[in-house]
T-cell receptor, first 113, second 113 residues
Framework: GNSVTQMEGPVTLSEEAFLTINCTYT??????LFWYVQYPGEGLQLLLK?????DKGSNKGFEATYRKETTSFHLEKGSVQVSDSAVYFC????????????FGSGTRLLVRP | DADVTQTPRNRITKTGKRIMLECSQT?????MYWYRQDPGLGLRLIYY???????NKGEISDGYSVSRQAQAKFSLSLESAIPNQTALYFC????????????FGSGTRLTVV
């Protein structure tokens, strides 16, 4: 079946450091890929998405590229801020699972001043 | 008003009690979902509904039931709450192929004592 694996956290960085959170997926066909962010005490918000191979999603300085050859969708940001501290979820949806979202386990990011 | 509203935000209940969590959305989507979040486990799907007459079990439906009262309303019930149902519960809605991502509520933090 379809699944998503993302790196375990927590990830602790200093402000202005470079961020990478790894995400790989298993799916038949061509899923859509998403990153969601959950700030403390809040629900999940869509951060970015990509719907086909080689697409790059971007938002708020975050980027992720849909790599079909490596089945990956790693999240990157060049310079993190304290306000980026949150839990990040990688997810996929695919036609063979009726487009239900399948989530990774989440990665907590803590950015220190 | 929020696109997806969950009530209550927090609830403490006793073992064996029946409890209902409510969700309403203003996105006009047919699809609605209930997820449960536990630390380190990401989000797991409890039930989902693709329209008012369509209800489906997710991966962890045991001990839960749902009711889709209208396109905009989808409630989750715990018939006889037990302590391992202590978790954060999220309702979400989406367009038919999830192409634009899901919209989540702010969550209900449920504690069963």
């Amino acid at each position: 079946g379809n699944s998503v694996t993302q790196m375990e956290g927590p990830v602790t960085l200093s402000e202005e450091a470079f961020l990478t959170i790894n995400c790989t997926y298993t799916a038949t066909g061509y899923p859509s890929l998403f990153w969601y962010v959950q700030y403390p005490g809040e629900g999940l918000q869509l951060l970015l998405k990509a719907t086909k191979a080689d697409d790059k999603g971007s938002n708020k300085g975050f980027e992720a590229t849909y790599r079909k050859e490596t089945t990956s969708f790693h999240l990157e940001k060049g310079s993190v801020q304290v306000s980026d501290s949150a839990v990040y979820f990688c997810a996929l949806s695919a036609m063979d699972s009726s487009y239900k979202l399948i989530f990774g386990s989440g990665t907590r990011l803590l950015v220190r001043p | 008003d929020a696109d997806v509203t969950q009530t209550p935000r927090n609830r403490i209940t006793k073992t064996g009690k029946r409890i209902m969590l409510e969700c309403s959305q203003t996105k006009g989507h047919d699809r609605m979902y209930w997820y449960r979040q536990d630390p380190g486990l990401g989000l797991r799907l409890i039930y989902y509904s693709f329209d008012v007459k369509d209800i489906n079990k997710g991966e962890i439906s045991d001990g839960y039931s749902v009711s889709r009262q209208a396109q905009a309303k989808f409630s989750l019930s715990l018939e006889s709450a037990i302590p391992n149902q202590t978790a954060l519960y999220f309702c979400a809605t989406s367009d038919p192929d999830g192409h634009y991502g899901y919209t989540f509520g702010s969550g209900t933090r449920l504690t069963v004592v």
